[in-house]
């Protein structure tokens, strides 16, 4: 079995009206190698009218986004030309690499009719040799990500990237990971071998889950030590939760604002070449 090494509670970090928790990075917790940052917008309902997600255009390098969308709806576009409306149980993959800018903002829609929002986003490292990659994006519905059924139905899992139970994940990673968004009704359980090498990332963003005999509540980033390989978890009540993991990279992380490079000389870099318009 693997050990809990520490629970994290997200904490609150609202941006304008909107409510956000981040359990990473805090002054207890920087990053788990290579899962760099989350924020966990809502839950929360939004009037009619209302002026939806504040993400206007900003630009990222050298990192990836993973954008689960729970409740409510994410309008994206960015320089490279890609455009969607990701809805309920949808997940967007943005590769930023070498420079890309994006909005993240909520369709006219939303805006003019409000109603419930909740919405996490996760940054991914990329490794040094694929900092500087061309940039991509995949926006997929729910309907359109792989998924299957563990004990019963009572687990049903969205698989995102890599293979489990003999399913491939929607999205081919730019390294190796695996990673599921999981919903559980109360009494459903599942186990999950994971190699000892591997860092874990194991949020649970709705609920209560037992984990390896533990008692364990919802906005909260459990720390797995690097020993034993499997997981076990029993859902206390109706819980989501989303499961990831991959080997660490071990390399230098330098993070100023939405780039994530090696060194302090990239950063600058990245910031000489956004000021002369040089992303895409």
Same mark, same amino acid.
Request: negative net charge; hydrophobic residues 35%; without cysteine.
């Given at each position: ?17 909107? +409510?956000?928790?981040? #359990? ?5 917790? @920087? ?11 809502? /839950? ?23 954008? /689960? ?14 455009? @969607? ?21 909520? @369709? ?8 419930? %929002?909740?919405?996490? =986003? ?6 040094? @040799? ?85 008692? %364990? ?15 076990? +978890? ?8 989303? %499961?990831?993991?991959?080997?660490? /990279?071990?390399? #230098?992380?330098?993070? =100023?604002? #939405?780039?994530?490079?090696?060194? =302090? ?16």
């Amino acid at each position: 079995m693997k050990i809990i090494k520490k629970t994290h509670k997200a904490e609150y970090r609202p941006i304008d009206d909107l +409510v956000t928790y981040s #359990p990473m990075p805090t002054r207890s917790l @920087s990053m788990i190698d290579p899962f760099l940052f989350l924020n966990h917008h809502g /839950f929360q309902t939004y009037p009619s009218p209302n002026q939806g997600l504040p993400f206007g255009p900003h630009p990222h390098r050298g990192m990836e986004t993973v954008t /689960f969308i729970l409740e409510g709806d994410i309008m994206h576009s960015d320089s490279t030309g890609k455009n @969607s409306v990701i809805g309920p149980g949808g997940v967007q993959y943005m590769t930023a690499g070498k420079g890309l800018i994006h909005a993240e903002v909520s @369709s006219p829609e939303f805006k003019r009719k409000g109603g419930d %929002l909740e919405i996490l =986003q996760l940054w991914l490292n990329l490794p040094a @040799s694929k900092k500087m990659i061309a940039p991509n994006y995949i926006g997929l519905q729910k309907e359109d990500i792989p998924a299957f059924e563990l004990d019963k139905g009572k687990v049903r899992v969205q698989q995102l990237f890599g293979e489990w139970n003999g399913v491939k994940g929607a999205f081919e990673g730019n390294f190796p990971i695996q990673m599921s968004t999981i919903y559980l009704d109360k009494g459903g359980k599942f186990e999950k071998s994971i190699p000892a090498s591997e860092n874990v990332f194991f949020y649970i963003v709705r609920g209560e889950l037992k984990v390896n005999g533990e008692g %364990l509540h919802m906005r909260h980033l459990i720390e797995f030590a690097n020993s034993g390989e499997k997981i076990e +978890v029993e859902a206390l009540e109706e819980s989501i939760l989303i %499961l990831g993991h991959a080997l660490p /990279f071990n390399e #230098p992380v330098v993070a =100023q604002g #939405p780039f994530v490079m090696n060194t =302090q000389q990239q950063i600058y870099e990245a910031y000489q070449d956004y000021q002369a318009g040089g992303f895409a």
